[in-house]
Every structure is written in structure tokens, then in C-alpha cells.
């Protein structure tokens, strides 16, 4: 058995409460113990806000200051083993939540929360650049707050003042260990965003690494790099920033971690260069240790040194961050932790995130159904929603072609109440719809083939990929390979000629267990990667998952004898770019004038208020 036959010790009661009123009590799993090295690493990305926890999942159910309460103990823990740990925040903290979203202005709560971790290592996500005011806000509260801690090695903030471009915070920090002196360079990364605002500047990561700073960077001679970053761990611009560290530093071990898939991976690029990924949305808690070490003699390293990396995915709940910290209930929280609850608390009411606008009759699901079909959250949205929303009360006589990009919904509902907060976790962002009126049928209908399909279309940063959701961004080489109770699969996302799609993994998502006396399973990550299939701390009965389309297309107010003869093409504001080029390609003649506004509403809303007048209040 690959992992402790006991369920953990901490929930021997069963149950916890979880931080937040209302929040599931989480429920007992076998355990995986984190495996400590002589650096160690808690790892968080792509929280997008969820700093109250998830309060309608019990595995994901703690909250930030669990999280805090979790850290500290563990700091304290790290100093008993007279080893180091440092604590690593990788981006993409705002948009996806109404705690953050909510607000006016937005973060208004968040930003302090979130700043009452002790973070040794952070950097910005693309989320954190869309918007103008975002960046500012970043600039002015983030940075600030945590001085050196913030890492920005390519990224670069406009002052308003004197249109000066500056860096936005630190390009690398180099530092000793607080127990071993071990010494550090870390750097900070963002993958080549190019939607970001224009009080913000990517720098391109081969640009940057010509740099001088960078080129000084990598002869520090540390006895550990640690490059954190923004970026998807199957990425191009690991890969590079790999090569050009391991060209000048032959045998420095090199800690990535990394984010912006939403997915739980480990990327191995030699034996003493490994990265971890650690999921999304405050579920997962990433865990990396290091051992074999050696500290540099002058300015060279051993050469026969063999270093080990181990890396956990910790379920975010109480119960297992109790285990993992080892300490009982009673003796948990922190009044540091606890006092962070209840700000979380405190702004989650004064928001007003229970409220109940309409109560979902069946859980609707982004990957755990096949789109299209009933379950299916896309199709929900195709059939239902778009439909009967997106309508230009002046053309609403007008056949209309409507197509939303997938990567614009961004979590599932469950069934039972669907509250303000679920507004902004399904949809939080600030797009609208535009539209080209009267474009010939035969033309149109060839566009969202060409947006799911790809090819010599779109050129360069165009890659319709990034119309879709994170995960289907940069894949694992193992998505669709988990373990499953009954067989694997080992075909990759595919879809048939009708447009169908193929499981990720066969099987069920029954729970299913060993011996009589260990405990059924619940359903969770079962993840696979380069170091194996054992990464997930808690036992989980695997999930299937399935592959979905870069966009959806409704079809609306068509005729019911033939095809018409032209069509309003109508989208989401964010495919924009894509839009022109698919039609020159299906032989329109089309220009970025010939787009004007269809509704001026966001999606959010949209579903806002579609849940409103057809989900009648029922739970």
C-alpha cells in the first residue's frame, strides 16, 4: 500500500469546523506524509480570490487563516528539524471571487488579507494585468507590503506621473537561509502575457535573460536557484530559463515552481532540476522539499553531489493541514490564523455573498461531463443562457450567431443555492459583447471551426488555445492518464469527427476502497507526473474528466425552413482578436472598423440574471 493504512490522526472525531460559517466539515482520507528536506517549500497559485475557502466542497474547505494558523506551525516545526522553509505565492491572486470581485473598488478586502501571510517569495500573475486600476493597485499595495519578497525579473509598471518605465518590483534577491545559511538567488517570472494594460510591460523571458542584471544573476553562485514564476511548468519559458541557468551553473540544484495551468504537476528537467505546479483556486497547498545540498566551496560546487526532490499536493482543509502540522484540533488555530478568519468573515458579510438569488436544480460541470450534454455547464450556457441574455433588443429579430469562448467560465455549479458569490466564481470578468451585423452565412458559420480547430490562421500570440480554460492550456504529458479503479487511458483530449468528446479516463468516479476497514474514498485529485503517481496527500477516488472546445456557439432566432441568408456574429469582447482573422480566412472581408458593440453587459451579469428569473428559489 502506497500510503499510512490509518486514517489521519486529527480525524479520529470524523469532522472539524471548517473556518467560515457554513463551510462542510471536511471528511477523513488516508494520508501521505510530507517528506521534509533540507530546504522546504508551501506553495500557493491561481487562488483568484478564494481566501474564504470553498464553502460548498468539504476537501478545500479551509480558509486563509488556516492557511496562516498551517504556516506557522510549520515554520516552527522547520525550526525544531533545524532545516529551512519558505513560503511561495506565484500569482494570479484577484479576479474569480466575490470576496475580491465584489468590492468597489475591487480587492478592497482581499489585498489586506491576503498581506497578512508571511510570504518569503512571490510574484504577479497575468490576472493581475488586465485591468489598469489592477496593475496600480498591485504597484501601490502589493509590491510595497512585501518589499523584497516581491519578485519581478520581467516585468515592468508605467508611472503615471512621469511615463516612466520602471521595474515593478525586484528583479532577482539573493539571501541565506535562516537555519542552515544556505545561500538563495531567487528569481521571479511572467509567462509572455501580451493582453496586459498600458501602464504595464512584459518583457519577453529570452529578452530578459540578455539583460545584464539576469547575466549577473546567474554567476551569484548560490548554493540554490529558486525561479518562481507565472508559468505553465510545460511552458516554453521554463525551458528556457532552465538552459540558461544550467549552461552557466552546472550542477546548482534549480527550484521551479510554477502556476497559471490550474493543475497539480511536477516537472522534472534533470536530476537536480525539478518544478511543481499546485493547482488552483486555494485547493491545493503545494509541497517541495530538497536534500543533498551542498554548500559551495569558493566558486565551486561538487560535482558528485546527489540531490533528491519530493513534492506533495496537500487538500486544503483543516484535517489534513492538522496532520500535517502535528497538532490536534484544540491547538490549531492561531490567534493570528483565527483573527484572519474572521476579517474573512467580516467582508464576506458586509458583501453580502450569501445572498440567494435563484437555487440550482443539478450540479453543472466544467470537465467532469461531456460537453455537449445536460450536465455540461457549456451547454447550459450555449442552450440556455446565451440565448435567452445576449440579445439586442433592436436586432433581437435577427438571426445570430453567438460564441463565448470557454476559458470565460471558470468553475462549476452545485447543486442548491446559487448566491452573489457564485456569480463571480463562475464568471468574474468585465467583458461585453460585440458583434459584426449582416455577415453572409457561409462565411460565419465557418469561424468557431476555425476557433476550435487552429491551424496557419492565426499566427504568433493568436494561438486559439489561450481561448480556452487554463488547464487545456499547456498540458501535462500524464492529463488523461490518472489512475482509475478499473483501467487508464492512454489517449490524450481528443474529440471525434462529430465533434464529440473522448474521456480523459474511463472508468466511474464510484468510491472505492482496499481492505473492509479502511474508509471509503472521496472523490479528488489522483494526479500523475514526472515523479510519479503518489504526489496527492490525501487517498482520493479518481474523477473523470473530459476535454473541452476553445468556444461554444449559439444559434439563435434562425429560420425555420432554411439557412439564412446572413447572420449578426456576435462575441464575447475577449476573442475579438481572433474574430477578423477567422473571417479573411472563410473568405469575409472584414476589419476591426466593421466591429461595433451588441450589449453592454458582461457575462456575469448575464448569468446573474438568468439564474434569477428561471432558477426560482428552492433550497
Known sequence: MIYKAAVVTASLALVANGAQPGAPAPVAAPMRELEWGQINFLHTTDIHGWLGGHLQEPQYSADWGDYISFTEHMRKKADEKGVDILIVDTGDRVEGNGLYDSSNPKGRYTYDIFGEQNVDILCTGNHELYQADAVTREHSITVPHFKDAYLASNLDYIEPETGNQIPQAKRYIKFKTKNQGYSVVALGFLFDFDRNANNSVVIPVEDAMKQKWFQNAIREKPDLFVVIGHVGLRMA???????????????????FLGGHAHVRDARKFDEKAVAIASGRYFETIGWMS???IKKKNKDTASTNAEVTFKRRYIDNNVLGLQYHAGVDEKDFLTDHGRNVSQMITKARKTLNLDQKIGCSPQDLWMTRAKYPSDASIFTWLEKEVVPDTIVNKDRADKPRLAIVNTGAIRFDIFKGAFTKDSTFLISPFTST???IPDVPYDVAKKVLQLLNGGGPVFEGALNPKHLSIPEQMAPSPFLGKEPSPRTTSNSRPKFSAHGEQQPLIEGDNKDYGGDDDEPQLVNGYTTK????DDGDDAVHSPIKFYSVPNCIQSQVAFPEAADPETVDLVFIDYVQPWIIPALKFSGGDYEAENITEYLDMTLTDAIAGWV????EDGC
Open 237 to 255: 519559458e521554463y525551458e528556457k530559463i532552465f538552459k540558461v541557468i544550467r549552461d552557466e551553473n552546472w550542477y546548482t540544484p534549480i527550484a
Open 290 to 292: 530538497i536534500d543533498g
Open 433 to 435: 459583447f460585440n458583434y
Open 529 to 532: 507526473d514526472d515523479l510519479g
Open 612 to 615: 434569477k428569473a428561471h432558477w
